[in-house]
């Protein structure tokens, strides 16, 4: 099984909802990754877990909140978000160690913000 | 993360060659190559990679220049499925993360 799985495929959500993307992976992977991809530009990082913990954080607004219950699940949690906010976001594995693994991605979750 | 730069967009006829060139004049002895495509309306997906040596795959093949300060992904018989965005990417080896940084990379378009 190499398939990074995406849930919801879309979502629309109001400035004051709380919502969640929910990624998965079967393939024994320690690293996940959270891109952001707005239309016609490339993905853009905006966090990394290793071992279940936040390794990196591209100083992304608190009001989204990511969290890695276990090593296959990566969630993104979402709040009060903002209309600028709307994108489409990537989740991605891969091994841990050197440059030459390579990262499986999703096929994302397209969040529209209202 | 050194940079890379790319054409914004190339065409080519379906069952064409296609070469897609990418300059990385500031890589580093440690860094990787690594060339990924992204298909409308999907995530991207991993083409190839490679440190030194000229690279073959069952999708494409990788020629790296020999001062390697430039790389060339090569098509070798394009199909329409092979219109995409190509991003050409620099991924260090002493990274334990294995995060990628994307530029903007190429437009692909491939006509019948």
């Known amino acids: 099984d190499t398939e990074v799985t995406q849930t919801p495929k879309h979502l629309v959500m109001g400035m004051t909802n709380k919502k969640s993307l929910k990624c998965e992976q079967h393939m024994g992977h320690r690293a996940m990754y959270w891109y952001k991809q707005k239309a016609k530009k490339p993905p853009e990082l905006m966090f990394v877990y290793s071992y279940e913990k936040l390794s990196i954080n591209e100083s992304v607004p608190s009001r989204f909140s990511p969290e890695c219950p276990n090593s296959s699940l990566l969630n993104l949690h979402l709040h009060a978000l903002q209309p600028e906010d709307s994108a489409l976001y990537l989740c991605a594995s891969s091994q841990l160690g050197g440059g030459s693994g390579e990262l499986f991605f999703g096929e994302g979750s397209r969040l529209t913000v209202l | ?112």
């Open chain 2, 1 to 112: 993360d050194a940079k890379t730069t790319q054409p914004n967009s190339m065409e080519s006829n379906e069952e064409e060659p296609v070469h897609l060139p990418c300059n990385h004049s500031t890589i580093s002895g440690t860094d990787y190559i690594h060339w990924y495509r992204q298909l409308p309306s999907q995530g991207p997906e991993y083409v190839i990679h490679g440190l030194t040596s000229n690279v073959n795959n069952r999708m494409a093949s990788l020629a790296i220049a020999e001062d390697r300060k430039s790389s060339t992904l090569i098509l070798h018989r394009a199909t329409l499925r092979d219109a995409a965005v190509y991003y050409c990417i620099l991924k260090g080896r002493g990274s334990t993360l294995g995060r990628l940084y994307f530029g903007r990379g190429t437009q692909l378009t491939v006509w019948p």
